[in-house]
T-cell receptor
Framework: DAKTTQPPSMDCAEGRAANLPCNHS???????VYWYRQIHSQGPQYIIHGLKNNETNEMASLIITEDRKSSTLILPHATLRDTAVYYC????????????FGKGTKLSVIP | DTGVSQNPRHKITKRGQNVTFRCDPISEHNRLYWYRQTLGQGPEFLTYFQNEAQLEKSRLLSDRFSAERPKGSFSTLEIQRTEQGDSAMYLC????????????FGPGTRLTVL
């Protein structure tokens, strides 16, 4: 089972920031948080990952709370092409490299 | 394009036929993964290889499914005696062995079993 909890859907106005929350209250100290997204009929696309500190790349920012029990993915200026299902994943670890995808958050960017 | 590639992109077959899919990982990535995704669900792990060795298999991988990676480069996934329940998107991903093991996905092969 997925170790994360996400809202099933969210809307965001085009040009505004999209803030996607994720709860991972059972995360262990050495487990990373990964974010992927999947645009309709395409393979999942890696976005960003983090351990403790906030991270930023050309696609998004990741804010992880100090207790590491939750995180927020931020798309600073959402466009229509950001409409997708966003998955927050904490890999199983312990020698297993499989990714366990939950249902994710369906983000709809509205013109 | 240096990303993960998969062929064919679409496959329609009749129940009972065998099908084979191919995945070409990112060059120099030594880990390769197969996932399956049915409509409305997230991808589910099937199996993974490190180089040519198949190191982990999901219970989803029934005995009708077989995956190979003979030279540690491309991989094939074969489904024998297909059933309608096998209709899904089959996704391949690859990663470079490291502590972080970030997986990069291909576009997938959509299988429809009639």
């Amino acid at each position: 089972d997925a170790k994360t909890t996400q809202p099933p859907s969210m809307d965001c106005a085009e040009g505004r920031a999209a803030n996607l929350p994720c709860n991972h209250s059972t995360i262990s100290g050495n487990e990373y948080v990964y974010w992927y997204r999947q645009i309709h009929s395409q393979g999942p696309q890696y976005i960003i990952h983090g351990l403790k500190n906030n991270e930023t790349n050309e696609m998004a920012s990741l804010i992880i709370t100090e207790d590491r029990k939750s995180s927020t993915l931020i798309l600073p200026h959402a466009t229509l092409r950001d409409t997708a299902v966003y998955y927050c994943i904490v890999p199983s670890g312990a020698g297993s490299y499989q990714l366990t995808f939950g249902k994710g958050t369906k983000l709809s960017v509205i013109p | 394009d240096t990303g993960v590639s998969q062929n064919p992109r679409h496959k329609i077959t009749k129940r009972g036929q065998n099908v084979t899919f191919r995945c070409d990982p990112i060059s120099e990535h030594n880990r390769l993964y197969w996932y399956r995704q049915t409509l409305g669900q997230g991808p589910e792990f099937l199996t993974y290889f490190q180089n040519e060795a198949q190191l982990e298999k999901s219970r989803l991988l029934s005995d009708r499914f077989s995956a190979e990676r003979p030279k540690g480069s491309f991989s094939t996934l074969e489904i024998q005696r297909t059933e309608q329940g096998d209709s899904a998107m089959y996704l391949c991903a690859s990663s470079l062995t490291s502590l972080l093991d970030t997986q990069y996905f291909g576009p997938g092969t959509r299988l429809t079993v009639l």
